[in-house]
């Protein structure tokens, strides 16, 4: 993360997959692959998803952003975008 302009680092989308991979058990999420419905994750796993991610990127990710995008791609999609607006 770059603090001067609080935009995700390249590899954003290798830290999302690398935390839900670990936190949901699972092989790496494909593209449009749900957190919830797919892949087995519950309102805990995404609370634990949500504090690793803020810990790696070292920035404020909401909670509520894992349950308005919960495909792999909408999720890092919006994670981008959250980071440069």
Same mark, same amino acid.
């Given at each position: ?5 609080? *935009?995700? !680092?390249? #590899?954003?989308?290798?830290? $999302?997959?690398? $935390?839900?991979? +670990? ?8 593209? #449009?692959? +749900?957190?919830?419905? #797919?892949?087995?994750?519950? !309102? ?8 690793? %991610? ?13 349950? *308005?995008?919960? *495909?792999?791609? #909408?999720?890092?999609?919006? %994670?981008?975008?959250?980071? !440069?607006?």
């Amino acid at each position: 993360m770059n603090p001067a302009n609080n *935009t995700v !680092s390249a #590899d954003a989308e290798a830290c $999302v997959r690398a $935390v839900w991979t +670990d936190v949901l058990g699972c092989p790496p999420p494909e593209g #449009d692959q +749900d957190f919830f419905e #797919d892949l087995g994750g519950n !309102s805990l796993l995404a609370f634990q998803a949500t504090v690793r %991610l803020r810990e790696a990127l070292g920035r404020h990710v909401p909670l509520k952003l894992l349950f *308005t995008a919960r *495909t792999f791609n #909408d999720y890092t999609a919006r %994670l981008q975008g959250e980071c !440069s607006s």
